[in-house]
T-cell receptor, first 110, second 115 residues
Framework: EADIYQTPRYLVIGTGKKITLECSQT?????MYWYQQDPGMELHLIHY???????EKGDLSSESTVSRIRTEHFPLTLESARPSHTSQYLC?????????FGQGTRLTVV | AQKITQTQPGMFVQEKEAVTLDCTYD???????LFWYKQPSSGEMIFLIY??????QNATEGRYSLNFQKARKSANLVISASQLGDSAMYFC????????????FGKGTKLSVKP
């Protein structure tokens, strides 16, 4: 079983609030990712990291930011949430094989 | 540019029958990996099966097998003896140097298993 955790699982928040979505993995993987997914739709890569102090933007432009201060931790932050940020956010990590995903955070901005 | 195409938005299959989910891909890299993931309604992504571009044999994992046709650039997932719990979204994905080692996904196929 994969050891990658996301919190919170569900979040409803008001417009303009700052939020941080947490993601932690205990597998020692260097590569980590954030994907954004609308219900029933494809996954879009918004951020990834090759390791500590490495952050890169993905294929889909996002107003969110990420940091990678520790190998196991890859939080995503939205400075000012808007209704257009309503979506599911999936964190993943990988070694040399498949990527392991967290359970996701379903964010609703009202 | 890399691309994954899944042309079946939705599929129905009778319980205990086999079903094939289609996936075609496009890449200029000679070395790449192909993956299938299952996403139940709860939202998590579950890894099912992997095929490397240099693998000579089709990958199999329990009831899942991958029909890999390199010349046609297709990597179809075959699920044998479908179960009600197989009802979910299924995503095909690819990773290569062209994608900086990142997984890129197709749009997915929603599979519904009928009792």
């Amino acid at each position: 079983e994969a050891d990658i955790y996301q919190t919170p699982r569900y979040l409803v928040i008001g417009t303009g609030k700052k939020i941080t979505l947490e993601c932690s993995q205990t597998m020692g993987h260097d590569k980590m990712y954030w994907y954004q997914q609308d219900p029933g739709m494809e996954l879009h890569l918004i951020h990834y990291s090759y390791g500590v102090n490495s952050t890169e933007k993905g294929d889909l432009s996002s107003e969110s930011t990420v940091s990678r201060i520790r190998t196991e931790h890859f939080p995503l932050t939205l400075e000012s949430a808007r209704p257009s940020h309503t979506s599911q956010y999936l964190c993943a990590s990988s070694g040399r094989g498949e990527a392991f995903f967290g359970q996701g955070t379903r964010l609703t901005v009202v | 540019a890399q691309k994954i195409t899944q042309t079946q938005p939705g599929m129905f299959v009778q319980e205990k029958e086999a079903v094939t989910l289609d996936c075609t891909y496009d890449t200029s890299d000679p070395s790449y990996g192909l993956f299938w993931y299952k996403q139940p309604s709860s939202g998590e992504m579950i890894f099912l099966i992997y095929q490397g571009s240099y693998d000579q044999q089709n990958a199999t994992e329990g009831r899942y097998s991958l029909n890999f046709q390199k010349a046609r650039k297709s990597a179809n997932l075959v699920i044998s003896a479908s179960q009600l719990g197989d009802s979910a979204m299924y995503f095909c994905a690819m990773r290569s140097l062209e994608s900086q080692g990142n997984l890129i996904f197709g749009k997915g196929t929603k599979l519904s298993v009928k009792p």
